[in-house]
């Protein structure tokens, strides 16, 4: 029974707080020093004519009055009106939530989920490149940390990087449906080498002219992504970076998926897929989630890194590039992400679930499709990298690029 139904239910009975209080003081008396079968009936009793809850007034009734002795001059009585403050012992510490900040901001500040199932291993590559120190206990409660606590520890973090009035382009639900232009195998969606590829305009809200386009190629089944910065839309330079970033890809390429835009649908790339026995098809016209698995790395790896300012700049373009290429390398051998399994609608209600989070480089390694030498180079690769580095040098770049678009704005400005 809720406090107001009870205030409530007194009230009908014409009983004040005044004489509820009295009353609780003379029962409370009989009750303390009644037998245990007579005490059930003196609670009856006082339900009845308080209105409380039944719990709540078994220990008014057993705590009013009772007196503690602390000293010869200081007794403590029991009032049921007062309630005492649970005091806790704080389990993670400062020096836990300063490490955990460190962690969350290297890794790029994903959510609790994705990031309590790498905290392990990201901890053990920091310390071997002295970029974090941390003492034992402090070690110990890191990889015994759970994520809701996570999730407590980087409230306050999390509240002073939250953006008003945002309205973005978000990536789309899980949906894949593709209508086949040419297929010279099954396109396998559990097998590493089937891609989605899609550009990212960076025109800053004004179409004219020539501006940068990031080319993005994402694997279906690992998520393993790769970026290239080009000129224009012009089938040439998408071409000639999709060949680059094909080079570039840990595993054989087996099939290209895009959209219907003029640089992807042309005689070049089709005659191209045809020659290498490349599978290739495209989406369905105005249905932009058929191409769900791009999209989503559109918004989580290109535009959260360098943003929707204009970049039409041959400066721009270079510095673009040298950001992807740290970029790749932070993303696919760090960044954990989850993969939804299973997705059911009871009612007006939707439960999703999900995969263990793995990084992409994680999930290249688990896959039986992926030769042994391959799996061996990324293991080189990965072995080298130190995470705390690459994401300076990401954050430097990012700055410069923001800078130098910066500065060519106030030229515009003051030309005009």
């Known amino acids: 029974m809720s406090p107001g139904a009870i ?3 007194g009230a009908e009975m014409g009983l004040t707080m005044k004489v509820r ?3 609780t003081g003379e029962i409370a008396k009989r009750y303390q020093r009644a037998r245990k079968k007579d005490k059930k009936g003196i609670l009856d009793e006082f339900v009845e004519l308080t209105g409380y ?11 009013y009055g009772k007196k503690i002795r602390i000293s010869s001059r200081v007794v ?6 007062l309630k005492t403050k649970r005091k806790y012992t704080k389990t993670y510490g400062e020096k836990v939530k300063m490490a955990l900040i460190t962690i969350w901001f290297i890794l790029d500040r994903i959510c609790s989920k994705r990031m309590k199932p790498v905290l392990g291993e990201i901890i053990d590559r920091l310390q071997r ?3 974090l120190e941390l003492d034992e206990d402090t070690h110990q409660k890191l990889l015994h940390i759970s994520a809701s606590t996570i999730d407590r520890l980087l409230k306050e973090e999390r509240k002073k990087l939250t953006l008003k009035g945002r309205s973005l382009t978000k990536p789309g639900t899980l949906l894949k449906s593709q209508i086949p232009i040419r297929t010279f195998s099954e396109w396998d ?3 590493p080498g089937f891609v989605e590829v899609d550009l990212v305009g960076h025109d800053g809200g004004n179409s004219r002219g020539d501006f940068a386009q990031t080319l993005d190629v994402t694997d279906v089944c690992t998520g393993w992504t790769e970026t290239q910065a080009v000129r224009n839309k012009a089938q040439k330079w998408v071409f000639e970076a999709l060949t680059d970033i094909r080079q570039r890809l840990p595993f054989p390429l087996l099939g290209i998926d895009s959209d ?4 992807f649908i042309n005689h070049h790339l089709v005659n191209y897929c045809k020659e290498e026995r490349l599978t290739f098809t495209r989406s369905r016209s105005y249905r932009k989630n058929d191409g769900c698995y791009v999209e989503q ?3 989580s790896v290109v535009r959260r890194a360098v943003g929707y300012l204009r970049y039409d700049t041959e400066q721009e373009l270079k510095t673009l590039n040298e950001l992807y290429c740290s970029l790749r390398l932070h993303a696919n051998f760090f960044l954990p992400s989850m993969k939804l399994l299973e997705k059911t609608r009871i009612g007006s209600k939707v439960f999703k679930k999900y995969d263990k989070p793995k990084t992409p480089y994680k999930r290249v390694l688990d896959s039986p499709q992926v030769s042994k030498e391959d799996k061996g180079k990324l293991k080189k690769i990965y072995s080298s990298l130190n995470p705390a580095a690459l994401k300076r040098k990401i954050t430097r770049l990012q700055q410069k690029l923001f800078q130098i678009a910066k500065r060519k704005h106030a030229k515009q400005q003051n030309a005009a």
């Open 189 to 191: 969606e559990g097998r």
């Open 53 to 63: 809850n039944r719990c709540y007034a078994s220990s008014v009734l057993k705590n």
């Open 260 to 263: 219907n835009g003029g640089e």
């Open 129 to 131: 490149h002295r970029e």
């Open 76 to 81: 403590l009585v029991g009032d049921p009106r």
């Open 297 to 299: 790395k559109n918004y």
């Open 21 to 23: 209080r009295s009353v």
């Open 7 to 9: 205030c409530h239910k």
